[in-house]
């Protein structure tokens, strides 16, 4: 299982049409065709969206080959996604977590408030796979007390015992 990226000796991307903007592109081997997958005005959404779906095809134990595309100049530009121009502050602790390009998105609060919102959906996102809808409030409390302290690789982490737990169980 590997991620390949489309300048590595596999199919060139085609350009995406219309305005520059960032653009992921997944090659489609069984129709040797390449789609967007994700796109949007700023880099980091894109960035999270590839990590995601490069994650959903190994674990289908497909070859993920990926072409990201963005704006450099005001033209379109291929880059490696290893190499994507990152933000002059970039967290440590995860290239997808980095700050988007544009001014608003930039603000410390809009970012904290964009993280939050993702560690409490991959909360949410994990109790749904182990069947838990129906939250009280003090499970609501939990899951903010969770949200607030841990950081999103351990609630991914988390995430992932509820569903392995709830597979588990259904069987």
Request: glycine share 6%.
């Amino acid at each position: 299982m590997e991620t390949r990226q489309a300048r590595q000796g596999s199919p060139r991307s085609p350009q995406p049409p219309g305005d520059p903007r960032w653009v992921a592109m997944f090659h489609d081997p069984s129709s040797d065709s390449w789609r967007p997958a994700a796109e949007s005005p700023d880099r980091t959404p894109v960035l999270y969206a590839m990590g995601e779906m490069t994650q959903v095809k190994r674990a289908r134990g497909d070859v993920a080959t990926v072409a990201l595309w963005g704006p450099r100049g005001g033209a379109w530009h291929l880059f490696d996604p290893a190499d994507a121009p990152a933000p002059a502050a970039a967290p440590a602790s995860s290239s997808a977590a980095a700050p988007a390009e544009s001014p608003a998105a930039a603000s410390p609060t809009k970012l904290a408030e964009r993280m939050e919102d993702r560690r409490h959906q991959v909360l949410m996102a994990g109790l749904s796979k182990a069947g838990l809808y129906d939250l009280t409030p003090d499970d609501v409390t939990a899951v903010q007390a969770l949200v607030d302290r841990a950081d999103e690789s351990t609630l991914r982490r988390v995430a992932h015992w509820l569903a392995v737990a709830a597979g588990q169980s259904a069987g």
